[in-house]
């Protein structure tokens, strides 16, 4: 089962990128160009968690981004921190006192929530306001933080630091409601469910085992294993499998692959960068630009 917030992470040992030499520099991830009319957008895939040993990427990257006009984003992370606390609370929190989720498991799941919740120094006060699904994604992070990766250095915040830094502009092509309202508008028992799984795929290592096969592909941007996790991914019959599989990205992928395009047509020089798994498999955003009529190569 991969993971629900696409919050990738390995139990690789990070190492040292020289910073001196380019050429040494390897590929990550999946990039492609994008063309029309004279216009050029980059997409690149990202991971949305991070090490120091990610950085700087390579230099096709990051040549796109010093000659673009426009960086994109699913959702700029450096944002607005009062629009992701209203949306969490909206879309992640119990309203008018009702929880804690626990409540919602069966009795055999409870102690084990609590032994995660310990495992990873949470207090257990903190998660009693939050839903099933937003446990679900916290115990997911702190498994992967616990391997040695962080979410403050995820790919999206690197692009969007070094944009900031050169005071380009930043566009979303999303919004961090409308990502948080396909978690929130889950059913109680589906939600509850979300959790069941995450805690089965955590205990059994599964999920460290299927974020280490998709970080070792995006860090060397293997071609091949990036689209057998698709394969693997769409596959997948549990409750998350087919809620990442059809909500996540089946569901998201026209959205991004319509803004991407957008982009395009207004913008002579861009780079888009979104979540590796919507650049592979069936129906990913660049088979939707094809067939818009839009001339796309795959460059790794």
């Known amino acids: 089962m991969f993971c629900c917030l696409f919050v990738f992470t390995a139990g690789l040992a990070p190492q040292a990128v020289a910073t001196d030499n380019t050429a040494s520099i390897p590929n990550r991830g999946a990039l492609f160009k994008i063309e029309q009319k004279g216009h050029v957008s980059w997409l690149f895939g990202t991971i949305h968690v991070g090490a120091d040993s990610f950085y700087p990427l390579e230099p096709r990257v990051t040549a796109a ?9 699913e959702v700029d992370p450096l944002g607005s921190q009062d629009e992701m606390a209203r949306a969490v609370r909206e879309y992640g929190m119990y309203q008018n006192g009702r929880g ?8 055999a799941y409870r102690p084990r929530l609590e032994r995660l919740l310990r495992q990873y120094d949470v207090p257990a006060p903190s998660v009693a306001p939050m839903k099933p699904w937003m446990i679900a994604s916290l ?3 702190r498994e992967f933080e616990a391997q040695g990766y962080q979410s403050d250095l995820a790919v999206e915040v690197w692009l969007s630091r070094q944009a900031r830094s050169r005071k380009q502009k930043i566009v979303e092509l999303e919004s961090v ?3 948080m309202a396909l978690f929130g508008r889950m059913s ?5 469910l979300f959790l069941r799984e995450t805690i089965d795929a955590i205990e059994d290592k599964e999920q460290a085992d299927d974020a280490r096969a998709i970080a070792q592909a995006w ?3 293997d071609q091949a294993a990036l689209e057998r996790i698709a394969e693997k991914t769409a596959s997948d019959d549990t409750f998350s499998g087919r809620f990442v599989a059809r909500v996540l990205l089946d569901g998201r992928n026209p959205l991004l692959a319509d803004g991407i395009a957008q982009l395009l047509a207004r913008e002579q020089h861009s780079v888009a960068a979104i979540g590796v798994l919507h650049l592979v498999g069936k129906g990913s955003v660049p088979e939707l630009l094809r067939r818009k009529g839009l001339r796309v190569e795959r460059i790794y």
């Open 65 to 73: 981004l010093q000659s673009a006009s426009v960086l994109a984003l």
């Open 100 to 107: 804690p989720a626990s409540s919602e498991l069966p009795a």
């Open 139 to 141: 115990l997911t992070v």
């Open 177 to 179: 409601q409308a990502q």
């Open 188 to 192: 109680t028992a589906d939600q509850a």
């Open 219 to 221: 860090a060397t941007a």
